[in-house]
């Protein structure tokens, strides 16, 4: 079963820290890794990966994954308040169906606080 | 630029009652999704669909049905409602390289 799992759950930091998010995954034919941020409502889109070892970069958010050890993290740096969100990873799994379509396969997230 | 539109935003249903969630999207993708968001689950997908007449079962399709109406609309429809039903319910569309999420449905079951 395909499964992407998100590490911490949960994490509290003060203004100016950097943290890390974690994304394991198990999927047949992993076909991208993305990340979204969530902050009220709609999921917003931050990164597309599918290549190893190629950082991705915008501002002071940065991801990278590793397809031979199947994970991912997203790094934030000098963090502020309005980065406070949940942060979710998605796997694209090119498992087709009859009808040809890829689905996307979310771990539960990482809520995200950070203190001023 | 309207992207992702879902309706209604919020509903409260009686147990066993009825009802569809509208989406539509203005962007000319094929893909669409169902998700439902429960605390501590992270998005779960209950149904998708390649393209217009197409459709297929996602994680949790169990008492939702789905209709692609057309290329724009994607409907999600419960037929008999239980209170498990009650959740946040987002719909998506993607392109070639993300996926696009309407603001969402919050659906009780009471």
């Known amino acids: 079963e395909d499964k992407v799992v998100q590490s911490p759950l949960s994490l509290v930091v003060h203004e100016g820290d950097t943290v890390t998010l974690n994304c394991s995954y198990e999927?047949?034919?992993?076909?991208?890794l993305l990340w979204y941020k969530q902050e009220k409502k709609a999921p917003t889109f931050l990164f597309m990966l599918?290549?190893?070892?190629i950082e991705k970069k915008s501002g002071r958010l940065s991801s990278i994954l590793d397809k031979k050890e199947l994970f991912s993290i997203l790094n934030i740096t000098a963090t502020q308040t309005g980065d406070s969100a949940i942060y979710l990873c998605?796997?694209?799994?090119?498992?087709?169906?009859?009808?040809?379509?890829?689905?996307?396969?979310f771990g539960t997230g990482t809520r995200l606080k950070v203190l001023a | 630029n309207a992207g992702v539109t879902q309706t209604p935003k919020f509903q409260v249903l009686k147990t066993g009652q009825s009802m569809t969630l509208q989406c539509a999207q203005d962007?000319?993708?094929?893909?669409m999704y169902w998700y439902r968001q429960d605390p501590g689950m992270g998005l779960r997908l209950i149904y998708y669909s390649a393209s217009e007449g197409t459709t297929d079962k996602g994680e949790v399709p169990n008492g939702y049905n789905v209709s692609r109406l057309n290329k724009r609309e994607f409907s999600l429809r419960l037929e008999s409602a239980a209170p498990s039903q009650t959740s946040v319910y987002f719909c998506?569309?993607?392109?070639?390289?993300?996926?696009?999420f309407g603001q969402g449905t919050r659906l009780t079951v009471v």
């Open positions: 998605a796997v694209e799994s090119a498992g087709r169906t009859t009808s040809g379509t890829y689905k996307y396969i």
């Open positions: 998506a569309s993607r392109d070639r390289i993300r996926a696009f």
């Open positions: 999927v047949t034919n992993f076909r991208s």
């Open positions: 962007m000319n993708h094929n893909s």
């Open positions: 599918t290549s190893s070892g």
